[in-house]
């Protein structure tokens, strides 16, 4: 079952990222072309060091240098490089989804595959993406020193990895907690905790502010949203897509189940 499961949720995060790249492509690479243009006539200040890619789940999107493309130019970066590299990220994400659903389910109450699926996925959103983003949120080419790159990509995935630490903390507490003060406020009391553990590690990490006086705001504003989109439509989409899934792997199991 676990590997049918496997299955299901590289088959979601494949379908998720389908559905992510198209809204890349319309709404994501205009704000890159955008900040492309904004290097190449002498704005913006710094680049780093390879093309950009909104939304790979990185926090740290990389510049274009103008001078040298290198040996993949930014037309195969903007149609088969963004595609290739969101289908390598759903695959490998539905499959680490699904091996999550298959320890989380039947360990939420008597939520069933499909209310499971979302709720995981909206949990995963917030702690994996959400949190460091609003923290280290992504930027566009001509945005970041690329001597700086290395300490601001370990500072996001240091984040990443504290913000889900937390998740799980809190999901452990709320269960703890569930018995003496009932599922409701136990939830609402393990939220409030993992808000709190969250603040506190805002405060404690450092601050990056590379953002160029003279790049233009509502197109750095535009990219982030974009970015922030596209996350929110992979997450969304292998939620939805691999609760169906996996509701119609485990039918079987339930109907004999039943009959027992």
């Known amino acids: 079952m676990v590997r049918n499961l496997l299955v299901r949720g590289m088959l979601a995060g494949l379908a998720a990222a389908a559905l992510a790249l198209v809204f890349a492509w319309v709404f994501g690479e205009p704000q890159v072309a955008g900040a492309i243009a904004v290097e190449e006539s002498g704005g913006g200040g710094h680049a780093a060091p390879a093309p950009a890619v909104p939304g790979t789940g990185s926090g740290e999107t990389t510049g274009h240098d103008h001078d040298d493309e290198g040996p993949v130019s930014r ?38 595959a499909r209310a499971t699926a979302a709720l995981l996925a909206l949990g995963a959103f917030v702690a994996v993406e959400l949190v460091p983003f609003l923290k ?12 700086t790159i290395s300490r601001r990509t370990v ?12 998740a799980v903390a809190a999901v452990h507490l709320g ?3 569930a018995a003496r003060h009932g599922a409701w406020n136990a939830t609402l009391l393990a939220v409030a905790a993992y808000l709190a553990a969250v603040i506190v590690t805002y405060l404690l990490m450092p601050a990056v502010d590379e953002v160029p006086s003279d790049f233009p705001a509502t197109l750095l504003w535009r990219f982030r949203l974009a970015s922030l989109g596209i996350q929110a439509i992979m997450w969304s989409g292998i939620g939805l897509t691999f609760g169906v899934l996996a509701e119609r792997a485990l039918a079987p199991r339930r109907a004999l189940a039943t009959a027992a």
Do not use: K
Not at 80 to 108: I, N, Q, Y
Not at 155 to 166: E, K, Y
């Open 75 to 112: 037309d195969v970066q903007s149609t088969v490089g963004l595609a290739t590299g969101l289908g390598v990220f759903g695959v490998a994400v539905g499959g680490l989804f699904a091996l999550a659903f298959a320890f989380a389910h039947g360990r939420l109450g008597a939520l069933g």
């Open 155 to 166: 500072l996001h995935l240091a984040t990443l990895v504290i913000s889900a630490l937390l």
């Open 136 to 147: 280290y949120p992504a930027n566009p080419p001509a945005v970041g020193d690329p001597a």
């Open 175 to 177: 269960r703890l907690l």
